[in-house]
């Protein structure tokens, strides 16, 4: 894995409705990232240009009972998460119980994280389990080269 360090430019435009009532509000963000300098290599989470629209929406449904919701959906690279959570409040205490919903292209955040809950390395040596990363690694690095138009790592090898 290797890494680079550009400026960025960033924008945030938001709309947030509050009762006055810290259980009940509705949060719409949409934000812009730039990377001044060109990446060598794809990058996990973002692009040169990232573009996104988070979404959190909580309310109570029945005294201490409330749920929350809250989503992204990546514009470039496209990518899409949904968190539903029930919440239990009581008075110095809360019992939280939700799920996680993840999809997206390959480098999205999506797409990484789920990419990475499905490899599972084996139990049977140390040896196997370094050549199936290296095999992942080398599929990731494939795509996001295609990706962004230029010749597999393979490819340039040869």
């Known amino acids: 894995m290797s890494g680079a360090i550009s400026p960025i430019l960033q924008g ?10 810290k259980d009940q509000l509705a949060l719409l963000e949409v934000v812009y990232l730039h990377l001044v300098d060109a990446p060598p290599l794809p990058l996990l989470i973002y692009d040169r240009n990232t573009l996104a629209i988070g979404a959190d929406l909580r309310w109570p449904l029945w005294r201490p009972l409330g749920f929350e919701i809250r989503g992204l ?22 019992v939280s119980g939700g799920s996680l919903w993840l999809d997206g292209e390959p480098f999205s955040l999506a797409g990484t994280f789920t990419a990475t809950s499905k490899a599972t390395p084996r139990s049977n040596g140390s040896s196997r389990r370094g050549a199936r990363s290296d095999e992942r690694a080398s599929t990731f690095s494939e795509a996001g080269h295609e990706r962004l138009g230029r010749p597999a790592v393979s490819e340039v090898a040869r």
């Open 12 to 21: 945030v435009l938001s709309t947030e409705y509050q009762t006055g009532d």
């Open 73 to 94: 959906v990546g514009i470039n690279p496209k990518t899409a998460t949904v968190q539903p959570e029930l919440n239990l409040k009581f008075e110095h205490w809360v």
